[in-house]
Each structure stands twice: as structure tokens, then as C-alpha cells.
């Protein structure tokens, strides 16, 4: 028999779950940027063997809402709690104990599935500060979602705790969803990488157009601030700072899609879109009723 189910990562922002996901399932689908909050939504991966099938969910960090986006940010973590038959807890190792996940996540009870507990970046502490966390919380994993100390180990132990189960999909999928979300998940990435200050937290990105029958491969993409001020920021002097999101996020498609892509990028401002709920969902955010917090 087989054995098949989904594995919720969890943690703060910042713990690495985007790398992780990204380096088990063997290639780009998760953006990864040192600024918090960058995963907005649950993103999935798949990943499959001969005798197992895992679909990995990498959620947005867990923290305390103030405004419709992170609600429902929020909301797409706590549902892939709900769904998960395993949960990977990514603590941040330099941070020193993790607490337990009902802490962490502000729960009022613990999930039903079995949660992992697991340090990650390793890579970044000395022997002295590994030993206080092992005494801390002897139950916990040790990883390095960067360099791949103890995934492998990590993982077989997640496969031993799947439910048997025949495969939930393809074994040749990675992802459920579509090209057109991990583009606009890559153009939103190279943005990222070219801003500081509050801009990123205001970004939104949505696909227009994608034609894939055409060559190059048509996209249409529209970045969307909330103000003018932060649109002359994207834009950037004579253009400058959108020209090299382009030609970054350009780079990152076409090695998605395997072939030459002509990418048409626009900057538009949706005032305040982060606390409109028609506005969120315009976007595919789902705000939750406040009884599922």
C-alpha cells in the first residue's frame, strides 16, 4: 500500500518555509526574500515516489492580524492547519527555543494531525547555542533548508507518518496550481528584491494575459501599489527601477516555462487594496470570518 497526504510547514515569518519547499521538491516554487511576509497564500508543492506522495503546503507566517490582507493570510495558514495529516513547525534556529505551536500560532487547541517540530539554519549556529535548543526542547528536528542538513532525515520521517493511501495525484505533478500564479509570484519576487521601505508590503501582482501560443510567450502583468508616491517609486528615475524588475522576473519565467517569454509590465495604483475585501479577492485572497481565527 501506498501512502499519500498533505504536510502543512508552518512557522513565523522568516523561518525559511519557502526554502525548504523549494529544496525538497527540487526546483523554484515558492518566492523566498528576506522581507517578512512575502507568502501571501498557501502555496503547494508535490512531491512523489515510488511508495509515497506528499503534498507540501508552505503558508504564510503566522502572525497577529491588523488589516484585511493579513487576516487573510492568516486564514490560508490556519486552513492548511486544519487540512494537514502532518505538520512541519520551521522554527528560525537563531532565535533560540521555539515555542509550542499552540503558542506560536495562537491556537485554542492543538492540531489533530502530528506536528514536527524543527529547527531550521542550522547552518547559522554554533555547537553551544544546538545544544541549548536540544535541551530546551529535546523533541525537536535540526535542519538547514540551504545547504540540506537533515531534510533527508526530515523527510523519510514525515513519510513514515503519512496515512496509507493510493496517490492523490499525477506522480509527474509538482503543483496544483497554475502558470499564471507562479508568474505573477515571480514578477511580485524580483520587485521585492529592488525595494525597501513599506513599498513591499503594498505590492500586488496580477496576470492580465498569458498566451502561451505565441512565441515568445506573451504575459501581460500589472504590479499594483496603493500610491502615487510608491508608484514613481516602482517606476523608478526614466523607468530604471521597473526596466530591471523586468529583466529579472523575464529570467525567472522563462526558466519556468522552458522558452523565450516577452513580458509587458505595467504599474497601476489601487488605493488602500490591502483593507478592501473586493479588492482582496480580485486578487484571490480570502478573508476568513473572524470565528476561524
Known sequence: MTRAGIVTVVGKPNAGKSTFLNRI?????SIVSPKPQSTRDRIVGILSDEETQMIVFDTPGLLN??????????????????????????????????????????????????VLRVYNKVDAIDAARRAELVEATPDARFISALTGEGVAELLAEVKRALPE???????????????????????????????????????????EEF????????????????????????????????????????????????????????VKVLANWRKNERAMQRFGYRIPEEKSR
Open 211 to 266: 498566451r502561451e501560443t505565441r512565441t515568445p510567450v506573451y504575459i501581460r502583468a500589472v504590479l499594483y501599489v496603493e500610491r502615487e508616491s510608491q508608484k514613481r517609486i516602482l517606476i523608478g528615475a526614466k523607468g530604471a527601477r521597473i526596466r530591471a524588475i523586468g529583466q529579472s522576473a523575464r529570467a525567472k519565467i522563462e526558466a519556468l516555462v522552458g522558452q523565450p517569454v516577452y513580458l509587458d509590465l505595467w
Open 65 to 114: 492580524p491588523r488589516y484585511a490582507l493579513q487576516r487573510a493570510m492568516r486564514g490560508a495558514a490556519l486552513n492548511a492547519l486544519a487540512d494537514a495529516d502532518v505538520v512541519v513547525y520551521l522554527a528560525d534556529a537563531q532565535e533560540g527555543p521555539a515555542p509550542a505551536l499552540t503558542v506560536a500560532a495562537e491556537l485554542e487547541r492543538a492540531p489533530a494531525a502530528p
Open 165 to 207: 493511501s493510493p496517490f492523490l495525484y499525477d506522480a509527474e505533478d509538482v503543483s496544483t496550481q497554475s502558470m499564471r500564479f507562479f508568474t505573477a509570484e515571480l514578477v511580485r519576487e524580483s520587485a521585492l528584491e529592488q525595494l525597501d521601505e513599506e513599498v513591499p508590503y503594498s505590492l500586488a501582482c496580477e496576470v
Open 25 to 29: 521538491v527540487g526546483q523554484k516554487l
